[in-house]
């Protein structure tokens, strides 16, 4: 048997401005605020009909600062056991490259996983289902509840299934503000574990899902991430 010295090789990881300029549309994320910090981006692509890859989906992940003004409080703290932070304090066997150790390293911290997700709209000829707000808001609720409620949300099976899923009867009309302007959108507010906003913005569609637990250290306000240089 083989013992490889060498560490492995790891590709790179997906960036926000790799997907802006990769695919041409431009992010939403939230305004700028002391609590929340963007570090990195999950995307769901298809390929209809064998013509090039599209977007369908991107969704920003953030650390959430619940004490922004000392990011050592205990308060920041992500929820691991002993033996997960047993885990990332022991050093590796080979150094991770820097992106890799980053995203690491942010497991100690409260996280916003996939909190903020741009839709695109594509034409009606590109092959591919562009949702309704209602359904793309419900669509990102349920995602948030299965990775981040499953516990408390789901009923075991696999794929899990969100226990008393939100619906579209719990939907209302609210003013969302995107760039500085408020928008007419919808809110998900009667769900236990999370609030969850939405808006068409011209070609895209914003939708956002933050536990409610958290709500008090995020101001649900929205900007467009400027171009990359």
């Known amino acids: ?109 409260a996280t916003l996983g996939e909190a903020v997700r741009t839709t695109p709209v594509h034409p009606a000829d590109a092959g591919v289902h562009v949702p309704e707000l209602p359904e793309a808001l419900l669509h990102h609720a349920a995602h948030i509840l299965v990775n981040g409620f499953r516990a408390e949300r789901t009923d075991g099976t696999f794929p899990p299934v969100v226990s008393s899923p939100p619906g579209a009867d719990g939907l209302e009309p609210a003013s969302i503000e995107v760039d500085g302007v408020l928008v007419d959108g919808l809110r998900l507010a009667d769900d236990p574990d999370v609030v969850a906003v939405g808006a068409r913005v011209g070609d895209r569609i914003l939708t956002a899902v933050v536990p409610r637990a958290e709500l008090a250290h995020v101001r649900l306000a929205f900007v467009t991430r400027p171009r990359p240089a």
């Open 1 to 109: 048997m083989r013992i490889h010295d060498e560490p492995f090789d790891f590709p790179e990881l997906p960036t926000a401005d790799g997907v802006t300029a990769r695919f041409g549309v431009d992010l939403l994320t939230f305004a700028p605020q002391p609590s929340v910090e963007e570090w990195g981006v999950s995307t769901g692509t298809q390929m209809p009909d064998g013509r090039p890859e599209v977007l369908v989906e991107a969704s920003l992940m953030y650390t959430l600062w619940r004490e922004p003004a000392d990011r050592d409080d205990p308060r920041n703290r992500g929820t691991l056991t002993d033996a997960e932070t047993a885990a990332l304090d022991e050093p590796l066997p080979h150094p991770l490259p820097p992106a890799f150790e980053e995203v690491r390293q942010r497991m100690r911290w």
